[in-house]
Every structure is written in C-alpha cells, then in structure tokens.
C-alpha cells in the first residue's frame, strides 16, 4: 500500500508519544497576562516606580530639603525638571522621595492586611459556628463606620509616624481580605482533596496552610494588587488634610496640600504629585483588572 | 401608606441605630480622653485658679467614669456639650447647621454621580464590545483612580483660572463659598469633585447588572412583541438593573461622607467634614467626640432608608 511521503503511518502514530507541553497554574497566568496590554504597561510602569523609589534611597537631583529663595515658585527649566515649590525645593527630587513613602504605605499595609485578612478568614471559614459569628459581625461593624474617619482618629491617638499611619489604614482595611478568604475557604472545604486530607487524619492547621490556602493564593494576590492604590490614596488623604506624615516628609499628598493655595500663580506644584499619584493608582489598578482576568479566565467580565 | 410591620421594622433599626451611636461616641470618648494634656493647659494668659474654674466649667475635674455618665445623658438629651476652643458655644446646634450644609453638598454629589454614573453604564452595555464600550470601561478604571482632591484641583484650574483668562473675566467659578449655604454656582464644581471617582463605580455595576438582564427571557419578549429599543431598555431593562446599584447605595454614602472632608476642606466649605478637620488640629475634643456622634447618627438613617429604598424598588423583598 502506497503512501503519501510525509504523511504517517498508523504504526507510526501508536509509536509517538504525545508530548504536552508542561505548563502550570502561574505560567498559565503569566502568558494570559502579557497578551493585556493595559496591564503589561503598567507592570513597567511599576517597575520603573520602584526603581526610582530604590534610586532615591541613594540619590536625589537634589537633597529634598535644600530649600533657594532665588528657586522660589520656578516653573520647570534645565536646573529644576519639574520646576520648584513655594519653599524653592526641587520637586523632582521630593517625587522621587515620595515614591518611596507611597510604596511604603501601599506594600506595608497590605503585608498587615493579609495577615489580619488571612488569619481571620481562613479560621471564620474553615471552623465555621460561633467563631465565624463572631468575626462576620465584625466585618459587618468595620463596614459600616467610615474609613477615613476611624484612621484620623487612630493618627491622632497614636501619633504620625509611617509605620502608625501603615496600621491605621490596615486597621480599618482589612475586611476585603477576610471577607474574601473566608468565602474562598468556605468552597474549598468542600472539595474532595480536603476532605481527602481530612479522612487520612491531617491536622486543621496543616489542612488551611498546605491546601486550603495555596489554593487561594491567586484571589488573595488580585486582592491585595487591588488594596495598594486603596491604601496610597488614603495615605495620600490624610496628608492632603495635614494629618499625614510629618512634614516636611515629602509625601505626595502633602505636597500637592503645599501648592494648593499657590494654584493660579504655579500650578506645577500641584500638578506634578497629583499626575504622579493618579498615575501610580491607575497602573495598580489596571495590573489588578489585568491579574483578576489571568489568574481567573472563568471570570470573564 | 406603612404597613404595620414597615413600622416595627423601622422601629427596630432605629434602636439598633441609638445604640450605634452611643456605642461609637463612647469608645470615642474614651480614646480621646486617654490623650495627655488638656485644651487649657497651653493656655498661660490664665491663672490657676481660673484655670480650675474652667476645668471644672467642663466637668474635667471629676473621674473618668462620672465625665462618661454626664455624656451619655446629654447624648440623650441631644447636648453634646460646649465647644472648648470656642468658649460657651454649644455643639448641637452648631453640628446641626454644619450637617444640613453637608447633605446639601453631598446629596448634589450623589445625584450627579447615580446621574452619570447610569448614562455611562447603560451606554457601555447596550455597544457591548465595541469601542464604546472599550472606552467607557477603561475609562471608569481612570476615573476611580484619580483622587478627589486632584480633579478638584484640576476643576479649580480650568473654570477659575483658565476660564476667566479667556473670557476675559466674564464667565468663571469663583472658589469660595458664600453664607452658610452657598450660592448657586458654588455647589456644582465641589460636587462634580466629590462624586466624579463614584461615578465610575456605578458605571460599572450598572453596565454588569444591564449586561446579566438584557440576556432574561421578559426582554426577549418585550423585543418580540415589537417594542423599540427604547423603552424596552428603559422600561423592561433598567428597572430591574436599577436593583444591584440601589445596594451600593450605602457605602456610595460612606464614601460620599469619607471624600466631603478633603473636598470642604478644599473650597472652604462650612460643613461637617470641614469641622472635623478644625477640630483635630486644634484639639477641640467635644467637637471631634460630637462629630464621631453625628456621623455614625448620619450612617445608620443612610443605610435604613436604603434598605428601604430597596424593598420599595424590588417587591419580591420583604422586611
């Protein structure tokens, strides 16, 4: 029996084994990720947002405090890319400064809210009764008093220091986490692996951190991506009112606070934080929009 | 007219509410009376024996405990004792008049947002997957984004500065704020401010929920029986839209409130938020206790005419 050149054989066929490419969950994500083009181009963004907040630790154009009457108000020119503010300071070299303070609060809350978020969670949904009664009128409570309002009054009992102004903001932000690990643990637990894990006699806290929770980890990751931007532009809030850090730490809230009352004569001043940090928040946002699609391409929008 | 069940419902959540109240102004209370020092301490124009007067004027001279007992009472009473920066003025009525300056600003800024917040969503439902729609979406991420104090200052920008530079001065928004109330002109551009990040939440709930009911059989069919697009959407579609954005009603509100103490503080507006603000930084105690009151006050009768709202929209709840 004749046969086309380059076209198999039965045998041949049964003799090939088929080889899958390997992929795995976050490689998976990965790909999905980069065909968003949104996405994409705010992860560089970031990137290049940390890197300078990592310059800035060494470096600055200027030291942010070196103030110049002769710079006082300057528009943007050669010496001051971004011009000056009212005290005659470089604004570029407090935007970079600023990057750093604005990663700080964002990271930093965040890495409190998962361990608050995850911990109550993970327990409110896996032990369910009255420990779960418990902590979802707690979340209902949380919900129901302004946000703002509770970290004023926290900043003003325990002062303004950043790591404080970081717990005030994960204290009265951490019911997203918890209310989003608790429902994801509350369907886990029904799966056949855990109850699998469960009848061959393994331990609840062995159960939660070895299969409950990697298995939560994508919804936890786009949470958190998504509570960043929440807690710079409260930080942001809370500076803005001079109730932030201490200045004249140059958060960019604070200093778009500074240049407020100097709008008509040099908006610069207000304009190069405010542009910084809306764009800062948008690119968290949409790496969020970005994260949520690949890790969970089921959930289509 | 209420049925009788309406009125215990509402009865109910209104002593749920009074107990909210008083639970948040108490642990208020208690945080800022543990802070060192006291609004007169600084004050050295005063002799001691004045200064003891006054203490004891403001019931600090007597235990924790009593101070705790002589609040509650008064909160009852609706007195939330004197101001003590501004000597001898009373905090109720001076809250009441801040509060209703605030729900004016704030219901404006809630209109504005559901407003467009609507338009957009329903537009970017009905082009699903076109450019429109691509826009619309993208552009809610930025609107959400963007703080308020920053389109404020933006705001501020074009109409007043920019405005008045090429009109020659004729047509412009003034920053300020006249009189307790405003005038007309003053309110709109604050509120465009305060509700603009909103906006773009609502868009996108509104254009989900739209997207889930133009797919129900009873559109289907209003389509079949060869109604024009417009009132099918209308009429059959946006109503039962309208129920998943009546939810975010409530914290709509928390937000409204949460961003009216940066906008108030922006454009000098007379309201609670601006209040608030004065008081932290000049240390007037029974104001910051007395503002705590109102907003949590504020918060519970937000959240109660919501649920009401929601059973008059959707007769398939009940109480």
Known sequence: MATAPGVATPDEYVGATIVREQTNLWADAWRRLKRNRLALVSTILLCGLVLVALVSLFWTPYPIWRQGVASTYQTPNSHFLLGADAAGRDIVSRLMVGAQISLEVGVGTQIVVALIGITIGLIAGYFRGWLDGIFSTLINIFYGIPDLLVALLLVLLLGRGLDKIIFAIAATRWMDMARLVRGQTLALREREFVEAARASGTRPNKILSRHILPNALGPIIVQATFGIPQAILFEAFLSFLGLGVQPPTPSWGAMAADGFHALRIAPHIVLAPAIALSLTLMAFNFLGDGLRDALDPRQKR | ?319
């Not at chain 2, 309110?187 to 929920?209: E, M, N, Q, W």
């Open chain 2, 1 to 319: 007219m209420l049925s009788r069940r309406a009125l215990i419902y509402i009865g109910e959540r209104l002593v749920l509410i009074a107990f909210t109240v008083v639970a948040v102004s108490s642990i208020v209370f208690v945080g800022v009376h543990q802070l060192p020092g006291n609004a007169f301490l600084s004050d050295r124009r005063i002799d001691a024996a004045a200064q003891a007067a006054l203490l004891h004027h403001y019931h600090l001279d007597i235990p924790l405990f009593d101070q705790y007992r002589l609040f509650v009472s008064g909160i009852f009473r609706g007195d939330l004792g004197e101001s003590l920066v501004n000597r001898g003025i009373p905090i109720t009525p001076l809250l009441l008049r801040e509060a209703s300056v605030s729900l004016e600003v704030g219901a404006t800024a809630l209109l504005f947002t559901i407003g467009l917040g609507m338009v957009l969503g329903v537009i970017a439902a009905i082009r699903q997957n076109t450019w429109i729609d691509y826009l619309a979406t993208t552009a809610s991420v930025i609107g959400y984004s963007i703080p308020n104090f920053v389109t404020a200052s933006v705001l501020v920008l074009v109409f007043a500065v920019y405005l008045y530079n090429w009109t020659g001065g004729t047509i412009y928004y003034e920053v300020g704020w006249d009189g307790t109330y405003g005038k007309l002109g003053q309110i709109f551009i604050p509120a465009f401010a305060l509700g603009f990040p909103y906006a773009s939440i609502v868009a996108r709930l509104t254009r989900a929920s739209m997207l889930e009911v133009l797919k129900q059989d009873y559109v289907r069919t209003a389509r079949a029986k060869g109604l024009t697009d417009r009132i099918v959407i209308i009429r059959h579609a946006l109503r039962n839209a309208l129920i998943p954005v009546v939810t975010i009603l409530g914290p709509l509100t928390i937000g409204i409130i949460t961003g009216s103490v940066v906008i108030e503080n922006i454009f000098g507006i007379p309201g609670l938020g601006k209040e608030f603000v004065n008081s932290i930084l000049s240390r007037d105690y029974n104001i910051v206790i007395g503002v705590f009151t109102f907003y949590a006050a504020a918060i519970g009768v937000a959240n109660l005419l919501v649920d009401l709202l929601y059973t008059a929209i959707d007769p398939r709840i009940r109480y």
